[in-house]
Nanobody
């Protein structure tokens, strides 16, 4: 599985961005978004099960970010609204071998990683 993340950029605080993660190869995996700010550890942001029924979020983004997937396009999206300076980070998408409704929020559970896309939020 190869993952290609895109959609990052510069946005003012309060603005919105939509990240995309296009997957190539076989299907049948849960997808997650993680982020890493300078000097900080990588942290979980959101994930979606293969079924789409399970979508956990980090507390810090609940109500502001929405994860979704288009199976026909083999793409996962992260719609980010009301962005804050603390959301600034490199965002990574990841895939986990998992059919059904199971999805993990732990980075080491994911088998495949994209290259990351930078989100910059100006105050």
């Amino acid at each position: 599985v190869q993952l290609q993340a895109s959609g990052g950029g510069l946005v003012q605080a309060g603005g919105s961005l939509r990240l995309s993660c296009a997957a190539s190869g076989r299907t049948g995996y849960a997808m997650g978004w993680f982020r890493q700010a300078p000097g900080k550890e990588r942290e979980f942001v959101a994930a979606i099960s293969w079924s789409g029924l399970n979508t956990p979020y980090a507390d810090s983004v609940k109500g502001r970010f929405t994860i979704s997937r288009d199976k026909a396009k083999n793409t996962v999206y992260l719609q980010m609204t009301s962005l804050k300076p603390e959301d600034m980070a490199v965002y990574y998408c990841a895939a986990q071998d998992s059919y059904g409704s199971y999805v993990s929020t732990v980075a080491f559970s994911y088998n495949y990683w994209g290259q990351g896309t930078l989100v910059t939020v100006s105050s």
